[in-house]
Protein backbone atom coordinates (compact mmCIF):
# COMPACT_ATOMS: atom_id res chain seq x y z
CA UNK A 1 0.00 0.00 0.00
CA UNK A 2 1.97 3.20 -0.92
CA UNK A 3 -0.29 5.80 0.93
CA UNK A 4 -1.47 8.87 0.50
CA UNK A 5 0.66 10.52 -2.23
CA UNK A 6 0.91 14.20 -2.82
CA UNK A 7 2.44 16.29 -5.14
CA UNK A 8 4.47 18.44 -5.32
CA UNK A 9 6.68 17.89 -1.92
CA UNK A 10 7.47 21.33 -2.21
CA UNK A 11 6.19 24.33 -4.45
CA UNK A 12 7.95 28.16 -4.26
CA UNK A 13 5.90 30.54 -6.33
CA UNK A 14 5.73 33.99 -6.70
CA UNK A 15 2.57 36.06 -5.14
CA UNK A 16 -0.34 36.07 -7.79
CA UNK A 17 0.79 33.29 -9.38
CA UNK A 18 -2.24 30.31 -9.83
CA UNK A 19 -0.90 26.98 -7.57
CA UNK A 20 -2.01 23.25 -7.97
CA UNK A 21 -1.41 20.78 -5.42
CA UNK A 22 -2.44 17.39 -6.09
CA UNK A 23 -3.64 14.24 -4.09
CA UNK A 24 -3.97 10.54 -4.73
CA UNK A 25 -6.23 9.14 -2.17
CA UNK A 26 -5.49 5.44 -1.02
CA UNK A 27 -7.55 3.08 -3.20
CA UNK A 28 -10.75 1.83 -1.89
CA UNK A 29 -10.79 5.15 0.42
CA UNK A 30 -14.65 7.32 -0.34
CA UNK A 31 -13.84 9.79 1.87
CA UNK A 32 -10.92 12.53 1.08
CA UNK A 33 -9.86 15.82 3.34
CA UNK A 34 -7.65 18.77 2.74
CA UNK A 35 -5.91 20.11 5.75
CA UNK A 36 -4.08 23.56 6.47
CA UNK A 37 -1.42 23.25 8.70
CA UNK A 38 0.69 26.13 9.88
CA UNK A 39 2.51 27.86 13.26
CA UNK A 40 0.11 30.63 14.07
CA UNK A 41 -3.55 28.49 13.60
CA UNK A 42 -2.55 24.87 13.63
CA UNK A 43 -4.03 22.37 11.04
CA UNK A 44 -7.37 23.23 9.91
CA UNK A 45 -10.08 21.20 7.72
CA UNK A 46 -9.99 23.27 4.33
CA UNK A 47 -12.60 20.69 2.67
CA UNK A 48 -13.59 17.16 2.02
CA UNK A 49 -15.21 15.04 -0.18
CA UNK A 50 -17.25 12.17 0.66
CA UNK A 51 -17.75 9.58 -3.09
CA UNK A 52 -16.08 12.71 -4.67
CA UNK A 53 -19.15 14.90 -3.66
CA UNK A 54 -17.84 17.85 -2.00
CA UNK A 55 -19.34 17.57 1.36
CA UNK A 56 -18.41 20.73 3.48
CA UNK A 57 -16.16 23.63 2.11
CA UNK A 58 -16.83 26.08 4.99
CA UNK A 59 -12.92 25.73 6.04
CA UNK A 60 -11.90 26.93 2.84
CA UNK A 61 -10.43 30.45 3.50
CA UNK A 62 -12.13 32.61 0.30
CA UNK A 63 -12.84 32.57 -3.19
CA UNK A 64 -9.05 32.28 -4.54
CA UNK A 65 -9.59 28.41 -2.81
CA UNK A 66 -11.26 25.70 -5.32
CA UNK A 67 -10.77 22.10 -5.10
CA UNK A 68 -12.02 19.30 -7.12
CA UNK A 69 -12.26 15.39 -6.89
CA UNK A 70 -12.87 14.11 -10.58
CA UNK A 71 -12.76 10.41 -9.66
CA UNK A 72 -12.22 8.14 -6.71
CA UNK A 73 -8.33 8.48 -7.42
CA UNK A 74 -7.33 12.22 -7.89
CA UNK A 75 -8.19 15.50 -5.73
CA UNK A 76 -6.45 18.68 -6.67
CA UNK A 77 -6.56 22.24 -4.58
CA UNK A 78 -6.03 24.94 -6.37
CA UNK A 79 -5.32 28.66 -5.31
CA UNK A 80 -5.57 31.17 -7.82
CA UNK A 81 -4.20 33.84 -7.38
CA UNK A 82 -1.75 32.93 -4.38
CA UNK A 83 -0.55 35.27 -1.29
CA UNK A 84 2.37 35.24 0.96
CA UNK A 85 -0.39 34.57 3.81
CA UNK A 86 -0.75 30.95 1.98
CA UNK A 87 2.10 29.88 3.14
CA UNK A 88 1.89 26.55 4.87
CA UNK A 89 1.83 23.10 4.53
CA UNK A 90 -1.13 21.33 3.10
CA UNK A 91 -1.82 18.11 3.89
CA UNK A 92 -4.71 15.29 2.11
CA UNK A 93 -5.85 12.53 4.18
CA UNK A 94 -8.20 9.66 2.81
CA UNK A 95 -10.32 7.35 4.52
CA UNK A 96 -12.91 4.92 4.29
CA UNK A 97 -16.22 5.91 6.08
CA UNK A 98 -18.55 3.39 6.83
CA UNK A 99 -21.10 5.54 9.37
CA UNK A 100 -19.84 7.61 11.50
CA UNK A 101 -16.69 5.40 11.69
CA UNK A 102 -13.47 5.95 10.40
CA UNK A 103 -9.32 6.86 10.66
CA UNK A 104 -7.69 9.47 8.33
CA UNK A 105 -4.87 8.75 7.02
CA UNK A 106 -2.50 11.78 5.95
CA UNK A 107 -0.15 12.22 3.15
CA UNK A 108 3.54 13.75 3.32
CA UNK A 109 2.26 17.17 2.70
CA UNK A 110 2.99 20.03 -0.14
CA UNK A 111 4.85 22.68 1.52
CA UNK A 112 4.10 25.96 0.45
CA UNK A 113 5.78 29.20 -0.02
CA UNK A 114 4.23 32.19 -1.51
CA UNK A 115 6.86 34.91 -2.06
CA UNK B 1 -19.48 22.65 18.80
CA UNK B 2 -16.40 20.09 19.73
CA UNK B 3 -13.18 21.12 21.07
CA UNK B 4 -9.71 19.59 21.87
CA UNK B 5 -7.27 21.42 24.36
CA UNK B 6 -3.83 20.19 24.66
CA UNK B 7 -2.31 21.98 27.48
CA UNK B 8 0.99 21.47 27.14
CA UNK B 9 2.68 22.97 23.99
CA UNK B 10 6.09 21.63 24.89
CA UNK B 11 7.72 19.04 27.41
CA UNK B 12 10.72 17.49 27.55
CA UNK B 13 11.22 13.89 28.98
CA UNK B 14 14.68 11.58 29.48
CA UNK B 15 14.72 8.64 27.51
CA UNK B 16 13.68 5.68 29.23
CA UNK B 17 11.16 8.22 31.63
CA UNK B 18 7.60 7.39 31.24
CA UNK B 19 5.55 10.20 29.12
CA UNK B 20 2.06 11.10 29.74
CA UNK B 21 0.23 14.03 27.13
CA UNK B 22 -2.48 15.56 28.26
CA UNK B 23 -5.88 15.88 26.43
CA UNK B 24 -9.26 17.43 27.09
CA UNK B 25 -11.85 17.75 24.85
CA UNK B 26 -15.23 19.17 24.82
CA UNK B 27 -18.27 17.44 22.56
CA UNK B 28 -21.62 16.55 24.53
CA UNK B 29 -22.79 13.02 23.51
CA UNK B 30 -19.85 10.37 23.34
CA UNK B 31 -16.60 11.26 21.06
CA UNK B 32 -14.53 9.15 18.66
CA UNK B 33 -11.00 9.95 19.80
CA UNK B 34 -7.74 9.76 18.25
CA UNK B 35 -3.88 10.38 18.80
CA UNK B 36 -1.71 11.65 15.81
CA UNK B 37 1.81 11.81 15.86
CA UNK B 38 3.86 14.10 13.65
CA UNK B 39 8.12 13.73 13.19
CA UNK B 40 9.80 16.64 11.38
CA UNK B 41 8.53 17.14 7.74
CA UNK B 42 6.43 14.70 7.94
CA UNK B 43 2.64 13.91 7.56
CA UNK B 44 0.54 12.70 10.57
CA UNK B 45 0.27 9.46 11.31
CA UNK B 46 -2.35 7.66 13.48
CA UNK B 47 -1.15 6.26 16.97
CA UNK B 48 -4.46 4.86 18.02
CA UNK B 49 -7.90 5.79 18.36
CA UNK B 50 -10.89 5.13 20.99
CA UNK B 51 -14.39 4.34 19.45
CA UNK B 52 -16.09 2.70 22.51
CA UNK B 53 -15.64 -0.45 24.50
CA UNK B 54 -12.46 -0.84 26.54
CA UNK B 55 -11.18 2.62 27.83
CA UNK B 56 -7.68 1.92 27.83
CA UNK B 57 -6.44 1.42 24.29
CA UNK B 58 -3.30 0.50 22.42
CA UNK B 59 -1.75 1.89 19.90
CA UNK B 60 1.58 1.34 17.86
CA UNK B 61 5.00 2.12 19.00
CA UNK B 62 4.07 1.18 22.58
CA UNK B 63 1.21 4.08 23.12
CA UNK B 64 -1.59 3.46 25.33
CA UNK B 65 -4.08 6.14 25.75
CA UNK B 66 -7.09 6.15 28.46
CA UNK B 67 -10.32 7.77 27.60
CA UNK B 68 -12.10 8.97 30.78
CA UNK B 69 -15.65 10.87 30.00
CA UNK B 70 -15.92 12.20 34.05
CA UNK B 71 -12.59 14.17 33.43
CA UNK B 72 -13.48 14.34 29.87
CA UNK B 73 -9.83 13.49 28.90
CA UNK B 74 -8.46 10.94 26.68
CA UNK B 75 -4.38 10.96 27.77
CA UNK B 76 -1.40 9.53 25.97
CA UNK B 77 0.69 7.50 27.92
CA UNK B 78 4.49 5.62 27.13
CA UNK B 79 5.99 3.50 30.01
CA UNK B 80 9.58 4.16 28.62
CA UNK B 81 10.00 6.88 26.30
CA UNK B 82 12.77 6.85 23.49
CA UNK B 83 15.07 9.09 21.53
CA UNK B 84 12.84 8.07 18.59
CA UNK B 85 10.17 9.20 20.13
CA UNK B 86 11.18 13.11 19.74
CA UNK B 87 7.82 14.30 17.64
CA UNK B 88 4.77 16.70 17.83
CA UNK B 89 1.59 14.90 19.36
CA UNK B 90 -1.96 15.37 18.28
CA UNK B 91 -5.12 14.60 19.68
CA UNK B 92 -8.11 14.77 18.32
CA UNK B 93 -12.05 14.35 18.37
CA UNK B 94 -15.29 13.74 15.94
CA UNK B 95 -18.31 14.02 17.07
CA UNK B 96 -20.75 11.58 16.17
CA UNK B 97 -23.52 14.30 14.56
CA UNK B 98 -20.68 16.17 13.13
CA UNK B 99 -20.20 14.85 9.45
CA UNK B 100 -16.85 13.45 10.01
CA UNK B 101 -15.44 16.68 10.92
CA UNK B 102 -11.87 15.80 12.90
CA UNK B 103 -11.25 18.70 14.85
CA UNK B 104 -7.64 18.83 16.12
CA UNK B 105 -5.67 20.08 19.68
CA UNK B 106 -2.89 22.63 19.04
CA UNK B 107 -0.52 19.76 19.72
CA UNK B 108 2.42 19.05 22.27
CA UNK B 109 5.81 18.74 21.23
CA UNK B 110 8.01 16.35 22.51
CA UNK B 111 11.85 16.20 23.30
CA UNK B 112 13.68 13.58 24.58
CA UNK B 113 17.07 14.04 26.32
CA UNK B 114 19.42 11.59 26.09
Known amino acids: DAGVIQSPRHEVTEMGQEVTLRCKPI?????LFWYRQTMMRGLELLIYFNNNVPIDDSGMPEDRFSAKMPNASFSTLKIQPSEPRDSAVYFC?????????????FGPGTRLTVT | AQSVTQPDIHITVSEGASLELRCNYSYGATPYLFWYVQSPGQGLQLLLK??????LVQGIKGFEAEFKRSQSSFNLRKPSVHWSDAAEYFCAVVGTGTASKLTFGTGTRLQVTL
Open chain 1, 27 to 31: SGHNS
Open chain 2, 50 to 55: YFSGDT
Open chain 1, 93 to 105: ASSFKQGAIYEQY
